[in-house]
């Protein structure tokens, strides 16, 4: 029999939705008599991740604030809608602590956790905490953080690493993780994911680059997970440089493209970069470009000042990527000596389980 529910709100990209994943998991292991949720934004990439891991989970309408005047109207209804919706959650479900995630549908979940004396453990997941998530600091009863946050350096109480779902580590051997993918054996494997949302100018650059450094590939095979991307001419591009590749829109296995991965381009989310570090992988971090204060960078500095990582900037335009963000992966996948030193650097770092960490915190407010 239940004994209530723990409540994990947030999400709108796989950065929300992932390290609420392993949470949930560890929360299942530690006190399974605890329901777990999730209050989700409508997004489908939300539905789409928590479906496939078999979640409980309740969208909650929500909208980012605007000052301008049609987007804040948009935001006021759907705050009332969704502060309603809440309320209706948390009291169904018999909600006994809310853990929240970041993004817009904490907001509504928050405020209506504390109308209803439910106490909220906000774990924030990025170097440089959004709006939603300094509102939420202000009405939360414990604060951690995923990683440091230079721009507001006592923002958390603690910093406790990133949650990792099990499903984002690798687990069985290379060879193993290379045939379920359907990859060849014999060649070195590069993996280039812009997250759950894609990366239309990483696909453009890798593009560019078959054109330019094909030499370059002629031991390499490709895993790229192109996002919401049309896959059809990146494959086509593939097939016409004669460059072995697996081209997928998402995988939900990503331990088995880890696993795989000899190097590895990607997005600098909190997210993909525990993942590259935690499972080994040399990788060049490209951070979304659109963000006002490219706040991506500051989660893959500190590996790049390490000298475990590589962090370039993300111009857009392949012509203007390929001979700096192109240059340095080109450049890996050519130095074989240098990536294997940060792999095995990589190796040696300490592994703690943050998402246990966040799960027994949770526990412990519950109960």
């Not at 605007?66 to 169904?92: D, I, Q, T, Y």
């Not at 700096?324 to 650097?345: C, K, P």
């Not at 389980?353 to 966040?358: G, S, V």
Request: with cysteine.
């Amino acid at each position: 029999m239940s004994n209530g529910s723990i409540v994990l709100a947030g999400g709108g990209t796989g950065g929300h939705i992932s390290p609420g994943i392993a949470i949930a998991e560890r929360i299942a292991e530690i006190a399974p008599e605890l329901d777990r949720v999730f209050a989700c934004s409508t997004r489908p990439v939300d539905a789409r991740m928590l479906e496939h891991v078999g979640a409980d989970f309740v969208p909650i309408q929500a909208e980012g604030l605007s000052p301008r005047p049609m987007k804040l109207v948009r935001f006021v209804r759907a705050f009332v809608a969704g502060r309603a919706a809440s309320r209706e959650l948390l009291a169904e479900r018999g909600a006994r602590v809310v853990v929240a995630l970041g993004g817009y549908v904490t907001g509504p979940v928050v405020i209506a956790a504390n109308a209803m004396k439910v106490p909220v453990l906000l774990v924030n997941l990025d170097a440089t905490p959004g709006k939603a998530n300094r509102l939420v600091a202000r009405r939360a009863v414990r604060v951690l953080s995923a990683c440091p946050t230079p721009s507001m350096p006592g923002f958390a109480e603690r910093i406790v690493g990133m949650p990792v779902r099990k499903e984002a580590l690798a687990s069985l051997p290379r060879e193993e993780c290379m045939a379920r993918l359907g990859l060849e054996r014999g060649f070195r494997t590069l993996l280039v994911t812009g997250a759950s949302q894609g990366a239309a100018s990483l696909n453009e650059l890798m593009q560019h680059l078959l054109r330019s450094q094909r030499p370059v590939f002629g031991e390499w095979q490709v895993l790229h997970l192109v996002g919401n991307a049309d896959r059809t001419p990146i494959e086509r591009s593939y097939r016409e440089a004669g460059v072995r590749a697996k081209v997928l829109p998402f995988l939900h296995e990503m331990g088995l493209a880890w696993g795989a991965a000899d190097l590895a381009l990607s997005r600098a989310g909190a997210n993909s970069v525990a993942e590259a570090v935690l499972n080994a992988v040399p990788t060049v971090f490209a951070p979304y470009p659109y963000h006002a204060d490219l706040h991506q960078r500051w989660n893959a500095k500190p590996y790049h000042d390490e000298g475990v990582a590589v962090l370039c900037d993300d111009l857009i335009e392949a012509e203007r990527n390929a001979p700096v963000l192109g240059a340095a992966l080109v450049g890996l996948m050519s130095d074989h000596g240098r990536r294997e030193e940060m792999r095995a650097r990589l190796s040696a770092r300490p592994r703690e389980d943050a998402a246990l960490e966040i799960a027994r915190l949770a526990v412990e407010l519950a109960r």
